[in-house]
């Protein structure tokens, strides 16, 4: 894809979108005017818009998509589940296969409940801390996305600084109480959680945090004092795996850093591109699901209609089976380091302070100079020239959100890399 100006049936159908979709969009974010894509299919590290203008893709379905796009083994899966069956809500062979297949691999997980998406499972997850420990507040960091529910959207993007410990509601219709009962933290800031903990301890259920929140990386012991503390007050810890389950290793983030939480939660890049989603973690938090409590013990209600699904968890387990292979996580990390590395070394050359941080294939690049360990630092860069340079890439053929996180995949080659450094050197020079 070349040239700045897209016209066509990507633009037909932006505008079919805009006037269909509640807010103009499908999700909370939307393209800029002048790059309508419509997307028509995908290929391993490629999508095609309708007009069949071919991108790299970096957005990569916003994570799912660790495969690649229509991965052979994901796709033989579903296909061969489809003439089964595609939906029973009962126990099903995918479904205890999946289940046993993660428990097996994620140091944490002693016993699993799937949901259909990553905000269900973040949503019971804190269910889970506040019926195990009796309470109801709960920690999260400033910055942290943990999905779309009431006790999600706080201090999830604001636009200024939190006034900490309360958050800000990333939207209106949030009932006060909801509000209430979520502290906000600073990321990397084990001192401020410490105070936190010391104030409110004996009220709190849960620590939630995104180990990797965004692409900032948790300092050495952040998370190791996290644990700490939440034994220290009886608080569950709760590690959001959505983005890092099975893309920075095998067991996750906490195989990764080494600190192992009583609950994850795990969405994305697990079910191999399907809306699949899970809580796992510690077997007696777990059974507080258990029916026959209800009503003589503490209970935890966790429905849904879609959990378990078997195509969805074809899908998962052909994803595992990909990703077990030697050698994959080696290549996502050196992948992801590649592109960080030349990154910062094209803001170098073209003399802009470029900082591409993140770990393994999830990478985020910022402008400033600055340490970035926390949100309020990445409020404190050039966030114009950070959408500036996402839109740039959009219109050298480069797929992403802009300003957002940039996800690498098994399926992105070397020659996939260059064609983004070379986007990269182009959308750099424009912004100078
Ligand atoms: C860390 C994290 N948690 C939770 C969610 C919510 O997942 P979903 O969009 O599937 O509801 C996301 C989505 O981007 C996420 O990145």
């Keep these: 894809m070349t040239g700045t100006t897209m016209t066509g049936r990507s633009r037909d159908f932006q505008e079919r979108a805009t006037r269909v979709f509640g807010g103009g969009t499908l999700s909370i974010w939307k393209l800029p005017d002048d790059v309508p894509i419509t997307v028509s299919r995908g290929q391993g590290a490629h999508v095609w818009d309708v007009d069949g203008r071919e991108f790299v893709d970096y957005l990569m379905g916003s994570g799912p998509m660790l495969l690649g ?42 016993a699993i409940k799937f949901t259909s998406s990553g905000t269900e499972a973040t949503f019971y997850a804190l269910r889970l801390a506040r019926v195990a420990t009796g309470r109801q507040l709960v920690l999260k960091f400033e910055g942290a996305l943990h999905g779309s529910h009431d006790y999600a959207v706080q201090s999830t993007a604001p636009p200024a600084l939190s006034p900490y410990p309360r958050g800000v509601p990333d939207s209106d219709g949030i009932p006060t109480g909801a509000s209430e009962s979520v502290l906000i933290g600073e990321f990397n800031d084990l001192g401020g959680a410490q105070r936190l903990v010391e104030r409110c301890g004996t009220d709190l259920a849960a620590i939630i945090v995104e180990p990797l929140q965004r692409a900032l990386r948790p300092e050495p012991g952040f998370l190791a004092g996290l ?22 290793a095998w067991g996750g983030a906490q ?110 690049v910022f402008f400033g100079t600055g340490p970035l360990h926390s949100y309020r630092d990445t409020l404190a860069t050039d966030q114009t020239r950070r959408m500036q340079f996402g839109n740039e890439l959009l219109r050298r053929g480069i797929l992403v959100n802009p300003g957002e996180k940039l996800y690498l995949s098994l399926a992105h080659s070397d020659a996939d890399l260059d064609r983004f450094l070379s986007a990269a050197r182009g959308a750099l020079h424009s912004l100078r």
């Design 69 to 110: 796009h229509c991965h052979p083994g994901v796709m033989a899966a579903v296909q061969a589940q489809l003439a089964r069956g595609t939906h029973f809500h009962l126990n099903n062979e995918r479904a205890v296969e999946f289940a046993e297949q993660v428990v097996a691999a994620v140091p944490c997980a002693e």
């Design 227 to 248: 644990r700490a503390l939440a034994d220290s007050c009886g608080a569950l810890l709760i590690f959001d795996e959505i983005v890092t389950g099975f893309r920075l």
């Design 255 to 364: 195989e990764r850093y080494g600190v192992i939480p009583d609950l994850c939660t795990l969405g994305k890049a697990f079910a191999g591109g399907f809306p699949v989603g899970a809580v796992c973690g510690r077997r007696d938090v777990l059974d507080l699901t258990q029916a026959s409590r209800r009503g003589q013990a503490a209970y935890a209600w966790f429905g849904g209609t879609f959990n378990g699904n078997p195509i969805g968890a074809a899908a998962g387990l052909a994803a595992l089976d990909a990703l077990a292979a030697d050698g994959v996580y080696d290549r996502l990390h050196q992948i992801g380091s590649t592109l960080r590395a030349e990154l910062n070394a094209l803001g170098q050359e073209v003399g802009l302070p470029v900082q591409a941080i993140g770990d393994g294939p999830v990478s985020q």
